[in-house]
């Protein structure tokens, strides 16, 4: 069992930047792929970025260039900076993980909510 505990979340404006961090825990390691969602309300839940065990990023083209994934295996620790921040960022974001890259994601964080406001 893996626990996953998202943080970091608030309140911005318009431009502006967070850092959103996930703590992982139990049977976690390094090898482990992370990811981060989000879900504004009304829409579907959808994938923002992924970073594999090998350190290979990928983000979303919505926020390419502004946001950016990164991990501290020494801390089991996953991040999201997000930067020039819009308002339609505003969204509940999730931290997930997966033992298999060829797999479901299976470990979700109980997600943090981050809102911009214009």
């Known amino acids: 069992q893996v626990q996953l505990v998202e943080s970091g979340g608030g309140l911005v404006q318009a431009g502006g930047s967070l850092r959103l961090s996930c703590a992982a825990s139990g049977r976690f390691s390094s090898s482990y792929d992370m990811g981060w969602f989000r879900q504004a309300p009304g829409k579907e839940r959808y994938l923002v970025c992924t970073?594999?065990?090998?350190?290979?990023?990928w983000c979303a083209d919505s926020v390419k260039g502004r946001f950016t994934i990164s991990r501290d295996n020494a801390k089991n620790t996953v991040y999201l900076q997000m930067n020039s921040l819009k308002t339609e960022d505003t969204a509940v974001y999730y931290c997930?993980?997966?033992?298999?890259?060829?797999?479901?994601?299976?470990?979700w964080g109980q997600g943090t909510q981050v809102t911009v406001s214009s």
């Open positions: 970073i594999r065990r090998s350190g290979s990023t």
């Open positions: 997930a993980a997966k033992a298999d890259s060829r797999r479901s994601w299976e470990s």
